[in-house]
């Protein structure tokens, strides 16, 4: 039972990344699934949800129109697309597959976002 994050990496202000979560040994359709990121020095934060029905989604006010999350169930995978990256957006992003009490987390992937 694992989430599995990748697509981080270095990016110059105003540019784009798509963070890929995949999940395994688990129904992943059934679970609703989150990015959060923690900043350095920082709380982690709620980023973007995905229900397991209906293509419901929610992002935080610090990300909407630029971060879309998306879900592929054929695939077990959540994506998070980001555009207009901003210096304030360099954290360790992390997926979150949710239902009830059951919660599993990724283990992260770097996002740095510098000139």
């Known amino acids: 039972v694992q989430l599995v994050e990748s697509g981080g990496g270095l990016v110059q202000p105003g540019g784009s990344l798509r963070l890929s979560c995949v999940g395994s040994g688990f129904r992943f359709s059934h679970f609703h699934m989150s990015w959060y990121r923690q900043a350095p020095g920082k709380e982690r934060e709620w980023v973007a949800s995905i229900m397991s029905v209906g293509n419901v989604r929610k992002h935080a006010d610090s990300v909407q129109g630029r971060f879309t999350i998306s879900r592929d169930n054929a695939k077990n995978t959540v994506y998070l697309q980001m555009i207009s990256l901003k210096v304030e957006d360099t954290a360790v992003y992390y997926c979150?597959?949710?239902?009830?009490?059951?919660?599993?987390w990724g283990q992260g992937t770097q996002v740095i976002v510098s000139s």
């Open positions: 979150k597959a949710h239902l009830q009490e059951s919660e599993l």
